[in-house]
């Protein structure tokens, strides 16, 4: 069996020692810090797939050391450790989802960890890897893209999709999914990261093209590569990990990473008051580790290690977002500006989108039916009126200044002087049905135009 | 058969409720009464009114407001997720009613070979493991399921069963018709087989007598399962948010009070309104029943006289059947197809066949098994000794307030688990227990979670049970000197036992397929329940399959479970008799 190089009863090894015996050691990390022996409590809202693998090696390395793990979704979790604050038994939380980090941290639940690993850098694409306070902690990295069920394409004859905008082509109307954005901290990040890229207005055109197209809008993000592995829905717009663990489990599915994407890390904290802070940080170094970062690239887990060092073990063809290969590295995402307006982007997806997709759907199948025949002979007056039917669904009732501002965002968060959230979202909803009917009416006047 | 008390007394007038207001008062009653009253006091209304009392507050000044009450009805998309909601509820209790009618009918009033298994597999609907069923509901009944994907290569057309308000009204119906069924069997059971011979003899037979008489004598039965399908269909998130309809109310509470960081009192003033509107969909239900009296003396023949069917009915009856059947557990087949894929993708079936999933969920999982069957069974027996204890102030007592406690009790249906969850680690976590745990980390606190969630159905059992065991038989048997919990005990229990075993059949059923309170309350996976571990497995696409298996197993525990109740309460109900 493993040597105990650290005596019970006094810290031998620092910290930081600690950490480069990890790195170097690569393999088993043979120490063990006295405090660190003992039950390590983590909430996660991954599945066992992903955390088995972990905590067997994580106990296989630190013996004496358990990893006790409760699986709750991320809404469940985040509640969770805010309602037991008072008598906190969780050392960790561990998940994907950003904006639950940015709740537990901002209502001070969380408690600052740098960890010792080396060589991992600041930024994955254009986000930092670890908050900046050092309460988050990101040990790897996803992507988001298009997923696809093979068999479903080709019974549907349907082409295989590159880009978001690929996704707004009439052919793929009513085989697309997603998940709403106020459900999915991943989701609303790749919307935020479309509105960055491509500006406001342009960026709302977008989401709006590909959202005509969807059959349905799934309040879980597993929902969607769920519909997709079964074939109930042909194009899934999900997370990269999902499409490959799937594909690990022998599912004809596939993916792609369009060109303007987000690669996002997926996160560790140590909650406030931890009782067992010392298995806490042991874990979370264990998880940054060169074994740890190598756990990732498990056919069950497949996801994007934020050690660049690791990728030279990672099999043939696996991303890499460090060479570039995927991601925006260009981008430049402001982080305030996103903080700022994350409730607003959402309600204005929900109430635009969410509520209106019938609506929506309806106009843009009819643009698409007048867009297809025109392919085959054009009429300029025809493309006139379909120009004016999508500016009538792109249009948003807020501009970007208003979505950023105080009076907007305090609705969200009950500041007096601001409208009540229910107030604004029926207007918002109002506004979209009318110009979606609008839109609507415009295309059957194109048809009549293209005779 | 034994011969019955109601047999030795010959027929009884039923008592009228003047009678029973001169009759001696009854301290245990008022205690029982004081312990129900606590027991909800604690473990619904306390832990609820924590977390809904955001839909009252002003949110910059924290004072009291009905502005976002205001906010709701002027709001196009709740009005119209109420009309919808209702809608559904409305077609889910017409449809469910034609499934379990004929299933209910031809298996009380004919000899009719395995009644007791057609009456066990019409609960199996019930258990419907979360997620693991909604995949294999698509994969069956989806736009790109067996069925369409057959119906499209042999006649081009595809059925949307799943889709739209349509879609929710026909996986409700399927998958809460057994509401209808066990109580309408338990009342079918006690109805008095003089009653029907009388009408015999008035000329009275075929349709006409089951329409003027067998029928309404099992209305108390009928109503009962009918209004726990329209308040749960109306309560029911699951199912609209698997087939992604959202403009029902449940879906648009449940959407608003899950965003993470968010408090939006819009979620909870819907909650409200959920609550209060199951309480008067309850209260028009009992207008139904309201001055009739169903109670009947005769006892232990089993109900109804059941008749052979000819060759020509008999085809007909089991052809029914076997439709019906084959419809309602169509998704457990789907699970159970599921559970042996290896990759089941837009295919009519499975690629290929394995039990690998088996042999990891055992491998991995088999604490989750024994945790169910505790949870859910102790869960199912303290809602049966509530259900009866309500009842039985209800429709016996003397305290005014008894209907209240009822009404309250119901009320749970329309609390979603998610609230009671967080209401629960509100209320309890600050309170520790002897070895200095916290209360909310206990196990048992999450079969106080189940059983309070579960208790409307065995509360409408056991009074549909009650209400049709005459009032005279246990004034006989006191003014035999009988004290009241002995008549309780050797009298009203033995007769209701039919209604006691379709109250524990529901709450368990039920109960060990529960997730939402459940996954806010699990503090550690060896006292977790099997919910539990179907939710972690269905998290990943190689969890599918095990997902299934672990999904079996529990529609097995419970299908077996049903049956052994079934069993004994037909064994016990008739040995007690005197």
Redesign the interface.
Known sequence: MRSVLARPGGTVLGRRALGALAVFAAGAARAQTPAGAGKVSVVTSFSNDVTGPFKRAFEAARPGMTLDIQNRNTTAGVRFVQETRSNNAVDLFWASAPDAFEVLKSAGLLEAYRPTAQGIPERIGPYTINDPDGFVTGFAASGYGIMWNERYMRANRLPEPKEWSDLARPVYHDHVIITAPSRSGTTHLTIETILQGEGWEKGWGTVKGFSGNLRQITERSFGVPDAVNSGQVGIGIVIDFFAFSAQGAGFPVKFVYPSVTTVVPANIAVVKNAPNPAGARAFIDFLLSPQGQEILLEPTIRRLPVNPAVYAKAPQGYPNPFTGSIGMPSLHFDVVESGKRYAVVDSLYDQTIGTNLDALKRATKAIGEVETRLARRDNAAARALLAEARSLIDAMPVTQAEAASDEVTGAFTGRAGSPRQAELEQRWAAFAREKYQAAAAKAAEAARAAG | MSDTPAGTLGVAAPASPGMRRFLPSRPGEAVAFALVALFLLAFLVVPVLTVVTVAFQD???GGFTL??FG??L????FTTSFLNSLYVSLMSVVVASLIALPLAYFTTRFEFRGAILVQTLGVLPLIMPPFAGA?AM??LF????TVNLLLGDLFDINIPFMEGLNGVIFVQSVHYFPFILLNLVASLKNIDRAMEESAQNLGAHGFRLFRRIVLPLAMPGYVAGASLVFIKVFDDLATP?LL?V??MLA?QA??RI???????P?GYVISVVLILFSVLSLWVSSLALRGKDYATVQRGGGGLARRRMSRGQAVAAYAVIFLILALVLAPHLGLLLLSLA??????PLPDGYTIAHYARVFA?SSQYITNTLIYAGLAGLIDVVLGTTIALLVLRGRIAGARWLDYLAMSALAVPG?VL??GY??TF??V?LPDGR?L??FWGIIVLALAVRRLPYALRACTAALQQVSASLEEAAENLGARRLRVIRRIVLPLMAGGLAAGFITSFATAAVELSAT??L????GDAPLA?GL??????????GAGAALGIIAVVIVGVSTLLSHLVAERGGGRKSP
């Open positions: 949110r910059a000044t502005a976002h906010d709701f002027s709001n196009d998309l995949v698509g994969l989806g736009r790109s399921g948010l992604n959202r403009e879906p449940y959407l899950t965003s993470v960081g968010l408090e939006d819009i290896t990759v089941w993708s837009f295919a991995e998610l969850g967080i680690l509100r976590f600050g520790t916290s909310a980390s996954l806010m699990v503090q550690s996976s539990y939710y972690v497995f269905m998290q990943s696409p190689a969890g599918r």
